[in-house]
C-alpha cells in the first residue's frame, strides 16, 4: 500500500471520560488479513456507556476489566479495501466489505462447535488491542474476522446499519415468533425500530411498540407496529391486557436496557410466554422472579451480537424487505465526535448516530 509509513486519526479510548483524537500509524496487512479504507462507523449504545465508565467494559478493577485501554473503538465500520494481505485473492481493491464485530478465537469449545458468537475469549472490535476498531481512517481486520462483502448500491448508512440490525434480527431469531402472537418490543431506538421491521416478516397477530420519546415512536409506527406504547402516560401492562383478551404477549423483547422494562415485561406476559433480552443495563437489576417460575412458567432467552445473520441482512436490505430510512439520524466526522457521542446520547431524534473519518 502507498502509505506504509503515513499517519492516520484515530479516536483512542483511553479511561471513562478520555477519548483522544490522535495521530496513529497506519496498519498494515498480514497474512489472512486486509487494510481497509473506513467510511463509516456507527456509534452503539455499549460505545456510549463504555465512555461513561460502564462496568461490564471497565470492571471493578484491572483484573476484570474486558477493555484493553487504550484502544481504538467502534464495531459497526465499513468500508474499502485498501490492502490485501496473503491469502486473501478472494478480495481485490475498492471493493466495500464490513466485518461482524467479533473476531472469534477459532479454537475454543463455542467456536469448534460453530457458534462463534459465544466465543470463550469474546474479542470484540474496539475494545481489544488487537482488533482496534472503526473510529478511525483505517482498520485492520484480523485474520480471525468474519468478513463480509458490500454491494456499492448501498448508501454509507445502510452499510454502517448492518450490524445493528444483524444483532436485532438474532434477538427477533430468539423469541421464535408464530402467526398468532402478540410481539412487544420495548425500547425503539435504531435496533428497536428495526426489530418491529424484522418481526413483521414473520405475519405474527399484532406487534407493540414501546419507547418514551415521541419521536422514536413515530419511527415504530411507520416500521410496522400496530401499537406504540409510553410507559409515561399509560399502563403499559395493562394496555397490552387489553388487546390480548386479558392474556397478555406471547413475546416480549427488551431493548431499552431500562431496569423498569424488565419487570415491566415479565408483567406484560402471558403464561408460557416468551422474553427476550437484548438491551444493556447501565446497573443492576431487580425483578421478582416468581412470575418466572411460579406464576407464568416464561421462558428467558439472553441474546448476544449476531449470530449468523449477517448475510441475511445484507440480502434484505438489497432487496427492500429490511428497511433502513431514518435509522442513521445523525452523521459527523471523526474530528467531531464529542457532538456526536452527545448527540447519541442526548438529542431528542436520535436515533443512530454514525462518524465518518
Ligand atoms: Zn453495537
Ligand atoms: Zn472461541
Redesign the pocket.
Known amino acids: 500500500m502507498e502509505k506504509r509509513d503515513a499517519k492516520m486519526k484515530a479516536l483512542f479510548s483511553y479511561a471513562p471520560y478520555d477519548n483522544r483524537l490522535e495521530e496513529t500509524d497506519i496498519p498494515s496487512a498480514g497474512p489472512g488479513e486486509l487494510v481497509v479504507k473506513v467510511l463509516g462507523c456507527g456509534i452503539?449504545a455499549?460505545d456510549v456507556k463504555s465512555y461513561h465508565g460502564g462496568i461490564r467494559i471497565w470492571g471493578t478493577s484491572l483484573e476484570n476489566r474486558y477493555i484493553e485501554a487504550p484502544v481504538i473503538g467502534g464495531?459497526?465500520f465499513f468500508g474499502e479495501v485498501v490492502e490485501i494481505g496473503e491469502g486473501m485473492d478472494s478480495y481485490s481493491l475498492g471493493e466495500w466489505v464490513t466485518a461482524e464485530?467479533i473476531a472469534p478465537c477459532g479454537e475454543c469449545e463455542f467456536c469448534r462447535q460453530g457458534k462463534y458468537w459465544m466465543c470463550q475469549e469474546s474479542a470484540v472490535y474496539g475494545f481489544k488491542q488487537h482488533i482496534h476498531g472503526g473510529f478511525a481512517e483505517y482498520i485492520r481486520l484480523h485474520k480471525n474476522s468474519r468478513i463480509h462483502k458490500l454491494p456499492k448500491s448501498f448508501t454509507p448508512e445502510q452499510a454502517v446499519l448492518v450490524?445493528?440490525i444483524a444483532?436485532g434480527m438474532h434477538a427477533v431469531e430468539m423469541a421464535e415468533i408464530g402467526h398468532d402472537d402478540t410481539v412487544v418490543i420495548a425500547g425503539l431506538g435504531a435496533i428497536g425500530t428495526s426489530m418491529v421491521n424484522l418481526a413483521g416478516l414473520y405475519l405474527p397477530k399484532q406487534i407493540i411498540g414501546i419507547d418514551v420519546k415521541p419521536f422514536r415512536m413515530e419511527m415504530g409506527k411507520k416500521y410496522g407496529a400496530d401499537y406504540v406504547l409510553n410507559p409515561m402516560e399509560c399502563n403499559v401492562e395493562e394496555e397490552i391486557r387489553k388487546r390480548t383478551g386479558g392474556y397478555g404477549c406471547d413475546v416480549y423483547i427488551e431493548a431499552s436496557g431500562s431496569p423498569r422494562s424488565v419487570t415491566q415485561g415479565l408483567q406484560s406476559l402471558k403464561n408460557h410466554g416468551r422474553y427476550v433480552q437484548m438491551g444493556v443495563f447501565a446497573e443492576e437489576v431487580k425483578a421478582d422472579w416468581n412470575i418466572i417460575g411460579d406464576g407464568k412458567e416464561l421462558s428467558i432467552r439472553g441474546s448476544h451480537l449476531s449470530a449468523l445473520t449477517f448475510c441475511s441482512v445484507i440480502k434484505g436490505i438489497e432487496s427492500g424487505l429490511i428497511k433502513t430510512e431514518g435509522l442513521i439520524s445523525h452523521s459527523f466526522g471523526l474530528e467531531q465526535w464529542e457532538e456526536a457521542f452527545e448527540a447519541a446520547e442526548k438529542a431528542p431524534q436520535a436515533m443512530k448516530v454514525m462518524l465518518r473519518p
Open positions: 452503539c455499549g464495531h459497526e464485530q450490524e445493528p444483532c
